[in-house]
């Protein structure tokens, strides 16, 4: 079993649409959580943290289940500019290396 | 502001040819990663570098070398490049220990192929 799963999907919505993500990780002492990012062939940016009262930016909210060990990302009010991977990251030390990457969900944002 | 600054951009190499990718980064990190992307896969981590005059392996380091040669750089060798190399490579670096702690920032990324 991977420590990270993604579904890889794709995921194909339509513009306006409200879709979700979720990211399961094995490690129960995971710290810190994040979603990055990828456009195609570009690297991978910093979406946001996840912390364990949820947060949310704009249009994005986050949200930590630690006692199911999932991460979610919802995106709502699609754009077509969302188009891109979106790749969980967990990160299981106080130690620097200890990131582990999902392989990343593909968003398609359709007109 | 550059940023992780890394070359070169593509790179076409043969089965035991060397290599050495370099990455620098201009935002006074302390720790700096390579990584490698295949296709439909996350990010594995090569080797990592949490403080100058400091390197660890990662999950893949068979067939790498590091140098962190200050704290602005981190470098990566491969000796004798194999098809298995073939991949994309992503330099990154963190503020470890600050309030941007585990926050990766990466650059923009090296296609390498090995023919």
């Known amino acids: 079993r991977k420590e990270v799963e993604q579904d890889p999907g794709p995921f194909n919505v339509p513009e306006g649409a409200t879709v979700a993500f979720n990211c399961t990780y094995s490690n129960s002492a995971s710290q810190s959580f994040f979603w990055y990012r990828q456009d195609c062939r570009k690297e991978p940016k910093l979406l946001m943290s996840v912390y364990s009262s949820g947060n949310e930016d704009g249009r994005f909210t986050a949200q930590l289940n630690r006692a199911s060990q999932y991460i979610s990302l919802l995106i709502r009010d699609s754009k077509l500019s969302d188009s891109a991977t979106y790749l969980c990251v967990v990160n299981s030390n106080t130690n620097a290396g200890k990131s582990t990457f999902g392989d990343g969900t593909t968003l398609t944002v359709k007109p | 502001n550059a940023g992780v600054t890394q070359t070169p951009k593509f790179q076409v190499l043969k089965t035991g040819q060397s290599m050495t990718l370099q990455c620098a980064q201009d935002?006074?990190?302390?720790?700096m990663y390579w990584y490698r992307q295949d296709p439909g896969m996350g990010l594995r981590l090569i080797y990592y570098s949490a403080s100058e005059g400091t390197t660890d392996k990662g999950e893949v380091p068979n067939g790498y070398n590091v140098s962190r040669l200050n704290k602005r750089e981190f470098s990566l060798r491969l000796e004798s490049a194999a098809p298995s190399q073939t991949s994309v490579y992503f330099c990154?670096?963190?503020?470890?220990?600050?309030?941007?702690?585990?926050?990766?920032?990466f650059g923009s990324g090296t296609q390498l192929s090995v023919l």
């Open positions: 935002m006074n990190h302390n720790s």
């Open positions: 990154a670096s963190s503020e470890w220990g600050g309030t941007d702690a585990e926050k990766l920032f």
